[in-house]
């Protein structure tokens, strides 16, 4: 395992995920970590880049324990001046911040360096305002750059190195194979991080967690996450995990029955639907205001949740001591990246309610992966391809697609434009290509001509989009038939809509909902 000490750059988490790509497996822990305080050794160890100036007050600095581990290490961009600073302090503002491309090149003589094993002239992404301004001492210059005549150094007799650059970037051409030389030439991690792998060590883990009378709640919602955690489940306790489906009436056209046979038939999940849709229904009947929905649709859901795990009398009398969660690593990672000297630690709060009434422990099987792995995970376990690359589904789900009042008749227009929507994108082999796509339905009344019929019915507004992670999103752009066929298709087929419009809004200003 490699250790990543992240000193707050928005890339420290790309060094985890690279490592990843050729099986390494790597932790991050926030550079204040002490060294003293873990309870593994890490093979080697990796400073990332941070937005600070390591000689200015309050600044971050890694614990100098870290260097009596006698394990190679790296500094990336911050990582590599916290090493210059730590032996001789040469660094200080550059002349010019140095941000986009640049060409670097192996120094004659330095062609044996084991980092560069393999790469001598590449080009590289630099992102830094600091830089060295001497070596420091008992270090020498590996590689230079235009801008940086410090682009790569080594320790004379040490296995420590320090990089200006960013090989965890994918701009910086071959910057994984520099990560790889680290971690698997230079610290002899091994690859053994594969998703098969992974579900056995996982499934043992679980089963050593839970005992072997214990029991585990969970719900599921049929998107990948909670489908793949409840399979990991599944496979290592069998009935003695629960799972929970709930009807909250705002789902989309047949996804329960769907999720129902696919869990249960296709997954052999102990799984309960409960129909909930017209308690929903009730509670959301009259309001309008986005944030109230949420809140109704997510309180009743915990109502209901528990009332069912109330119900639940494991068969040898004890009591259900673990709640599933889908946790994946980059809310874990958010929860402990490196925010600043001030640093506060935040929380999941996703299931924050039901964890304080109802006292259970948390079991979350997916924390140390990301979205791909998960997808990988869900496909070596056979889950249904549909269901492993699903658009991600809001928990209030078409209620906020909704704008207005949620009735059951609003309800049947938008799931109805929505499946035409959806059933089209897959007909045209563009649903992988598009990272969210949905109907809303605005209640506004337009004129429109059926027939020789006048008439007054409402608005559908497309939504499709690409994104990466959700924070900025461009919207997706069809061909002119495309977009004419589904129009078409609503307004013919959808009681109740007049008009189809289609929202090209990046995010932001606009969000990706339309609540
Ligand atoms: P926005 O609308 O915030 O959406 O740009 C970004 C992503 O988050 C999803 N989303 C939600 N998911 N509960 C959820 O579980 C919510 O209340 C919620 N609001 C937005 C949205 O579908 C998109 O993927």
Known sequence: TILVLDFGSQYSHLIIRRLREFNVYAEMLPCT?????????PQGVILSGGPYSVYLDGSPHVDMAVFDLGVPILGICYGMQELAWINGR????????????AQVHVEKGRENDPLFAGIDDFQVWMSHGDK???LPTGFH???TSGNSPYAAIAHD??????????PEVTHTARGKEILKNFAVNICKSSQNWTMKNFIETEIERIRTLVGPTGEVIGAVSGGVDSTVAAKLMTEAIGDRFHAILVDNGVMRLNECATVKKTLTAGLGINLQVIDAADLFLGKLKGVTDPEKKRKIIGNTFIEIFEEVAEGIKPKDGGEIEFLLQGTLYPDVIESISFKGPSQ??????????????MKLKLIEPLRELFKDEVRQLGELMGIPHDLVWRHPFPGPGIAIRI?????????????????????EIKKAGLYKEISQAFAALLPVRSVGVMGD??????????????????MTADWYIFEAAFLKTVARRIVNEVKGVARVVYDITSKPPATVEWE
Do not use: C, M
Request: aromatic share 8%.
């Open 141 to 143: 210059t590996v590689a």
């Open 453 to 470: 019929q006048r008439t007054y019915e409402q608005v559908i507004a497309l939504r499709a989009i690409e994104t990466t992670d959700f």
């Open 33 to 41: 970590q002490k060294i003293s305080e873990l309870s593994w050794k």
């Open 157 to 166: 007799e040490k296995p420590i190195w320090g990089i200006q650059f960013h």
């Open 90 to 101: 040469g660094v200080g503002e550059g002349d010019k911040k140095e941000f986009g491309h």
């Open 344 to 357: 506060t630690i935040k929380t999941h709060h996703n299931v924050g309610g039901l964890l304080d009434n």
């Open 403 to 423: 704008l207005g009042e949620v009735t059951a008749e609003q309800v049947e227009i938008a799931r109805n434009a929505d499946h035409i929507f959806i059933e």
């Open 132 to 134: 060295l301004s001497d």
